[in-house]
């Protein structure tokens, strides 16, 4: 149901995952020369060209989100699992920024001085969006017990 607010965040949420999926989250600058490495959700690339894979777990976690989020739209009959999956959602984007600071933060990437882009805080705007969805779930689920009540 378009209709309902709830599916409106959700669908934002989604989108708002997506683009973070394509663009690049930050950039390192080496402390010593060299150039500047870009990184994106599925590779870091360097300077050269080069190509990294090791940040494949970054994009698992934002697509698996988006997936489930996308999922989670069609879900309206069963509010229960809806409000269920949302937060499920904000867990994966939570470890999702665990991940991200994990990747940076260690190995040889370390010595590199982190510049974040705009698309780091893409995943922070999913998590309030899932959150308000599901805060418009939990409202109807109570309403829709109330009535139950009264009958």
């Known amino acids: 149901m378009i209709q309902r607010k709830q599916t409106l965040f959700l669908i934002l949420a989604v989108i708002v995952s997506v683009c973070c999926l394509s663009l690049p989250v930050a950039t ?6 060299g150039a500047p490495s870009q990184v994106l959700n599925l590779w870091i690339a360097d300077g050269n060209g080069a190509r990294d894979f090791s940040a494949w777990p970054l994009f698992a976690v934002l697509l698996l989100s988006a997936a489930i989020g996308f999922f989670d739209i069609f879900l309206y009959k069963n509010r229960r699992r809806q409000a269920a999956l949302c937060a499920f959602c904000i867990f994966l984007l939570v470890v999702w920024y665990l991940l991200f ?3 940076v933060f260690t190995g040889e990437r370390a010595t590199f001085t ?3 882009e705009l698309p780091l805080a893409l995943p922070a705007v999913a998590i309030v969006l899932y959150f308000m969805a599901r805060q418009g779930i939990m409202a109807d689920e109570r309403l829709v017990r109330s009535m139950d009540r009264i009958r």
């Open 28 to 33: 390192l600058l080496p402390s010593g020369m």
């Open 101 to 103: 600071a994990w990747l």
């Open 114 to 116: 982190l510049t974040p």
